[in-house]
Structures are given as C-alpha cells and as structure tokens.
C-alpha cells in the first residue's frame, strides 16, 4: 500500500510523457483556437511534459524516501531525506522553467539577476539554508540529541532547511534541566555565529556530571569521599563502567589526551567556612537530574549515620 502512490505517480508520469510526445509529433489540436496566444498543440505539449515531470519527480522521491526510512540509522535516513527533498525541488524547478520556455539564454541570465537580487533581500534565510546544509554534512547535532544553541536549550525534534525544532530543557518557566513544555524555533543561521554545545554528542552518549556538598572543617575528609565514592558506585553500577568505556572509545578517535578514572572521584574546594566536597561521574545526559537527586540523597543519609566523623558547617542544620 505504501508503494503504491509513488508507483502510480511514476506510472502518470509515463504516461503524461507519452502523450505530450504524441501531442508534439502528431499534431492532433492543430484545429484548435490559441490559448493565450499560443498554439493548443504547443499548450497541451508543454502542459503534458510538466505534469510528466513533476510526477515522475515526485514518485522516484517517494520510493526513495520510503527505502531511506527503512534504514536501521535513521538520523542519517532523516538528513539524507531532506537533501533529496531540496536536490528535487531544485530539478524539478529547473526543470519546469526549461519546459515552459525554449529561451534557455533568457533563463540562464534571467535567473542569474534573479538571484543577485535574492542574495541581497533574503541573507538571514539564505544564511540558514547554508547553515542547514553545515550541519548536515558536519553534524554538529542531530535529530534527538540534546543540545544548547545561543540561549536556547532543548531535545532537537526537527532540523529542517531554515531553521531547528527544540523541545525546551530549562527556559524561563523550570530549571534543573527539566522540559517546559514549550517549542523554540532557532534560525539555522544561528549556528554559524553563536557556540552550540552537544549534550553526549562528541561520540559518547555519556557527560560527567558533579555533585556539591558542604562539610566543616572538621570532618574526617578521606571519610566523607570514600562515602560518596561508594554510593556513586552503588548506584551507578555497570553503566557508568560502560559509560566510561565508550567515553574513552570516543576520546581516542581525537587528538586529546585526557585522564579517565574508573570510576567516580571526589574533588576538594576550600570555602569561606566550610570545606565543599565534589563528586564526579558519568552519566546520560537525560538522566542528569534524577541521578543527582538520588546521590545528595543517598551521601545526606550516610552522613548523618556518623556526626562524629561528618560536620556540617556552623551556619546549616542537620
């Protein structure tokens, strides 16, 4: 059923092909009045070939969106789409105008100063189809991922020729990185003169994420790390192990040489009265805030079963 719309389109446009040239070499409306100063002949010819040619166009796009979609990756089924979308269009406009006109010259210059002219009064659009055909080709983000573009941030749902499709992540109305609710439509443009950030997207589906908690002086330091080294651990399990594992598969394709611990870490800042404790590990993007929730949780909970070993500053309360 799905193949049979772009399989009958193909046929109408053999169809439509067969009789315009029918119409071009039999003649058969030489009788016929003129149609807005034209010959019929010449009308119903140019009509036939038109119609030909956007059926035929149209067909042979379908079968091979439907073969794309069939792909098991389907963000570069989705980008391939789109450049056969814009590479059709562009034929079959082209095309049309040849059909239309046996002034190819004329065309070629008329469409010359056309263009000229469209460069000047659509930069912003022209600049993001530029744009759009960047991140195709170098894929800076794709659809699904979660990604920061100037002051917008959100789960790209659509990239299309002007402009990307995101699902809100903070915004005005949340924080903490959780969705709002609302659509942003950032220009393509956009792309090209301002950082985008890739949540997950240099390889590795995993970020480092941080947990902050501020202890006395007086707490038993190596203590307090080995507890929070643990509930990391207990928490996160095997996928941070994974995680890592991809995370220096991904590093190694680069010219970067970073150190990559085997599980979480726990960095020490010196405050104004207290001592900050920064546990660090791996995890999916989409899972950040769930994931530190539970682990301030989890380390709040160990640390109060032992005061005598873990003090909180002065100014908190337990």
Do not use: C
């Not at 034209?38 to 036939?48: G, Q, T």
């Not at 600049?127 to 983000?141: D, F």
Request: charged share 20%.
């Amino acid at each position: 059923m799905r193949r049979s719309v772009p399989l009958g389109s193909v046929l109408v446009g053999v169809v439509a092909a067969a009789v315009g040239v029918f119409v071009a070499t039999a003649e058969p409306l030489a009788g016929w009045p003129a149609v807005g100063g034209h010959p019929s002949n010449l009308v119903a010819e140019r009509l036939a070939f038109v119609l030909a040619l956007f059926a035929l166009l149209f067909g042979t796009y379908r079968l091979l969106a439907d073969v794309l979609m069939r792909s098991a990756n389907k963000r570069r089924a989705y980008n391939t789409r789109n450049l056969l979308r814009l590479a059709f269009g562009f034929v079959g406009t082209v095309g049309t105008l040849a059909v239309l006109t046996d002034n190819w010259l004329g065309l070629l210059f008329s469409l010359g100063v056309i263009g000229f002219a469209v460069t000047f009064a659509l930069q912003q659009p022209l600049l993001s189809l530029i744009a759009w055909v960047y991140i195709t080709v170098k894929r800076p983000y794709g659809v699904g991922d979660r990604v920061r573009i100037g002051d917008a941030k959100g789960d790209v749902i659509e990239v299309e020729f002007l402009v990307t499709t995101l699902w809100e992540i903070n915004g005005e109305l949340v924080s903490t990185n959780q969705p709002s609710g609302r659509v942003v439509t950032v220009p393509n443009s956009v792309v090209l003169s301002s950082n985008v950030v890739n949540f997950g997207g240099g390889g590795s589906p995993y970020v480092w994420n941080e947990v902050a908690v501020q202890v006395a002086y007086e707490t038993d330091l190596e203590f307090a790390r080995g507890i929070m080294r643990e509930e990391a651990t207990d928490l996160l399990g095997e996928e941070m192990a994974d995680g890592i594992a991809a995370y220096r598969d991904a590093l190694s394709e680069t010219p970067v040489e970073l150190e990559v611990h085997d599980g979480p870490t726990v960095n020490v800042t010196q405050g104004e009265s207290w001592v900050e404790l920064r546990l660090r590990y791996l995890t999916h993007p989409r899972r950040g805030q769930r994931v530190k929730n539970a682990l301030y949780e989890r380390i709040l909970d160990r640390f109060n079963e032992h005061p005598s070993r873990v003090a909180f500053p002065v100014s908190r309360n337990r």
